[in-house]
């Protein structure tokens, strides 16, 4: 049985069309595939930002706490150093005292300072700062109008 030319033409076609809806299957199942990598690298960059922003808040207050009430601590501090506070699930944090006045935060122990936390989590980073001034019994209030986060570029 010899084949017609109209059924070869059919055959080709037939073949074409299945070729097109492969191709198109195929690039619609990377396109997905690609949306599916990208909304999973957004998520994992919004929760190292979470974790940063987080570990940061929970260092200046831990920190705060620590020093209150303690006179002793400016003899070991160092004015604009970052002191290493913890590293714990991938999240590394670090605190450091500042003394806007005269630069120098184990002179006087009745000068407001400023308190820095950094935090870093995978590509993301957070640090804020905040002032402290000590009362009579080295007691340290907390200038809520002071706290802000720090840009590092």
Do not use: C
């Not at 590394?92 to 630069?103: K, N």
């Not at 120098?104 to 402290?132: H, I």
């Amino acid at each position: 049985m010899k084949q017609t030319t109209q059924q070869r033409r059919s055959r080709g076609t037939a073949l074409v069309l299945v070729l097109g809806l492969t191709t198109l299957l195929v690039t619609l199942g990377i396109a997905a595939t690609q949306i599916a990598r990208g909304e999973l690298k957004r998520n994992d960059l919004e929760h190292e930002q979470a974790d940063a922003r987080i570990a940061a808040q929970y260092t200046l207050d831990y920190i705060q706490k620590a020093l209150d009430g303690n006179t002793s601590w400016r003899a070991d501090a160092t004015n604009e150093t970052w002191s290493l506070f913890s590293h714990m699930d991938g999240v590394t944090t670090f605190y450091a005292y500042l003394d806007p006045i005269d630069g120098d935060v184990t002179n006087d122990a009745s000068q407001p300072f400023l308190l820095y936390s950094l935090a870093v989590s995978g590509n993301s980073k957070r640090a804020y700062r905040v002032e402290l001034t000590p009362d009579s019994e080295g007691n340290l209030k907390r200038n809520d109008a002071t706290f802000e986060q720090v840009i590092f570029e």
